[in-house]
Nanobody, 124 residues
Framework: QVHLVESGGGLVQAGGSLRLSCAAS????????VGWFRQAPGKEREFVAA????????LYTDSVKGRFTISRDNAKNTVYLQMNSLKPEDTDVYYC?????????????????WGQGTQVTVSS
């Protein structure tokens, strides 16, 4: 069982940056793909980005391409989401999630592992 904990959220002005972290414990973190999702109250969960177990493959939703970068450090059991050029529409609760493959995270299969979320608020 992999336990995921997000951190790094906060309040930032439009155009600013934040780096989210997803720290894992309790399982074979280096063998799973990890993704970031976001969701506002009353709205559907949205895929943001994902990275393969090795870090060699990444996926992004179109709205964040060129602004967000996902990376991982398996020695530290941590996945990062660097968010630059933030916009008010990026405001959401951001969750990290883990599953066997990148494809499963991208197509919306309910992830096997799920964090508690961290709030990101971008002011205009």
């Amino acid at each position: 069982q992999v336990h995921l904990v997000e951190s790094g959220g906060g309040l930032v002005q439009a155009g600013g940056s934040l780096r989210l972290s997803c720290a894992a414990s309790g399982g074979a973190f280096s063998s799973i793909a990890v993704g970031w999702f976001r969701q506002a109250p009353g709205k559907e969960r949205e895929f943001v980005a994902a990275i393969s177990w090795s870090g060699g493959d990444t996926l992004y939703t179109d709205s964040v391409k060129g602004r967000f970068t996902i990376s991982r450090d398996n020695a530290k059991n941590t996945v990062y989401l660097q968010m630059n050029s933030l916009k008010p529409e990026d405001t959401d609760v951001y969750y990290c999630a883990g599953d066997r493959t990148l494809a499963r995270l991208r197509v919306g299969v309910q992830p096997a592992y799920w964090g508690q979320g961290t709030q990101v608020t971008v002011s205009s």
